[in-house]
C-alpha cells in the first residue's frame, strides 16, 4: 500500500491549494462489504482524483448509492458518506484554501452541490479530461501530482484568482480553537455583518455557525486519530466543547455513531487496516 500524506504543494499554489493526499491499495483479495470507509463531514472543500477503479458513494443514513466519475468536487459535506473502494483503489484528493472553489467554479454558490458530489468534468474545461486521462495512463505518483499542479497553475492563472480578506476571516473560523464573533470576523472581511454572512455562504455552502460546528468536530476527531492516546474528555476541551456531552452531540449528528464507534470503524477501514499487513 501506497500512503502520502499532506503533500505540500509548490510555493505558486499554496495560497490555493492546502495539501494533497494519495493513496493506492489493492483489494483484489477484499470482500466488496470490507471495503467501506466512512466519511464523516469536514471543514475541507476538495476534488478528488480516482485514476484506476471506481468508487461507490453510500449515504449511511438512506443507504444511497452513487458511482464516482473520475473526478468529482465535493462541497460542503454536511452528512457522514461511506466510500466503497474499487479492487485497484488509487485516491489523490486536492484539498482547497477556503473560499477557493467557489472562485474556481467561476463564483458558482456552493449551496448547488451541498452533499453531493459532482462530476469534476463538467463543471471545468476540457484540459480536465485531459488531466483525468493523463493520470490513468501513468504510473509514477510523482508525476500525477506535476500533472495535477500544472493543470491548476494554468486554470487559477486564466481564472484571475484571488485571495481576499474574506478568504482570510473563513481561514480563521475554520482552525481557531476559541468561539469569534460574526461581527469580528465580519471586520476582518472588511464587510458589514450581513453582507459577510451572505458571501459566506456562497463560498462555503453554509452558515458560518453551522460550518463552525462542522470545523471543531472535524478538528476534535482528526486529533484523536493523530493522538489515540488522549482521552475523549481532553479532546473535547481541547477543541473548544462545553464538556463531553456537547461533543457527543456533534458526533451523533455529524458521524452517525458515537465518538469511539467512529474511531473504530475508521480503524477497521481498508485503507488504514490492510496498511498494516
Given at each position: 500500500m501506497i500512503?502520502?500524506?499532506?503533500?505540500?504543494?509548490?510555493?505558486?499554489?499554496?495560497?490555493f491549494i492546502k495539501d494533497y493526499l494519495l493513496i493506492h491499495v489493492k483489494l483484489n483479495h477484499v470482500s466488496i462489504e470490507n471495503r467501506i470507509k466512512p466519511i464523516p463531514p469536514d471543514a475541507d472543500q476538495s476534488i478528488f482524483f480516482y485514476p484506476r477503479s471506481p468508487v461507490t458513494a453510500i449515504t449511511n443514513s438512506t443507504k444511497e448509492s452513487r458511482a464516482s466519475a473520475p473526478s468529482v468536487f465535493v462541497g460542503q459535506q454536511t452528512?457522514?458518506?461511506?466510500?466503497?473502494?474499487?479492487?485497484?483503489?488509487?485516491?489523490?484528493?486536492?484539498?482547497?484554501?477556503?473560499?477557493?472553489l467557489y472562485k474556481l467554479l467561476g463564483r458558482m454558490p456552493i449551496t448547488e452541490f451541498n452533499g453531493i458530489e459532482i462530476d469534476a468534468e463538467f463543471l471545468s474545461d476540457y484540459e480536465l479530461k485531459v488531466l483525468n486521462n493523463k493520470l490513468s495512463e501513468t504510473n509514477n505518483y510523482n508525476k500525477m501530482i506535476d500533472l495535477i499542479e500544472a493543470y491548476f497553475l494554468k486554470r487559477i492563472g486564466k481564472l484571475k484568482i484571488e485571495i481576499l480578506p474574506i478568504d482570510k476571516a473563513i481561514s480563521h473560523l475554520k482552525n481557531s480553537d476559541q468561539s469569534v464573533s460574526l461581527s469580528w470576523l465580519a471586520d476582518q472581511a472588511c464587510l458589514s455583518t450581513r453582507q459577510f454572512e451572505r458571501n459566506f455562504?456562497?463560498?462555503?455552502g453554509m452558515s458560518p455557525k453551522f460550518y463552525a460546528r462542522i470545523a471543531r468536530f472535524d478538528r476534535a476527531f482528526k486529533l484523536k486519530q493523530a493522538k489515540t492516546e488522549m482521552s475523549w474528555q481532553h479532546i473535547a476541551y481541547?477543541?473548544?466543547?462545553?464538556?463531553?456531552?456537547?461533543l457527543m452531540k456533534d458526533f451523533n449528528q455529524f458521524a452517525e455513531v458515537t465518538p469511539s464507534m467512529l474511531l473504530v470503524?475508521?480503524?477497521e477501514a481498508p485503507d488504514k487496516k490492510f496498511s498494516r499487513l
Open positions: 500512503f502520502l500524506p499532506n503533500i505540500i504543494p509548490q510555493p505558486a499554489l499554496r495560497p452528512t457522514r458518506v461511506n466510500i466503497q473502494f474499487g479492487i485497484d483503489h488509487l485516491i489523490i484528493q486536492v484539498r482547497f484554501q477556503p473560499g477557493v455562504i456562497y463560498q462555503m481541547s477543541c473548544g466543547y462545553y464538556d463531553f456531552s456537547h470503524e475508521d480503524i
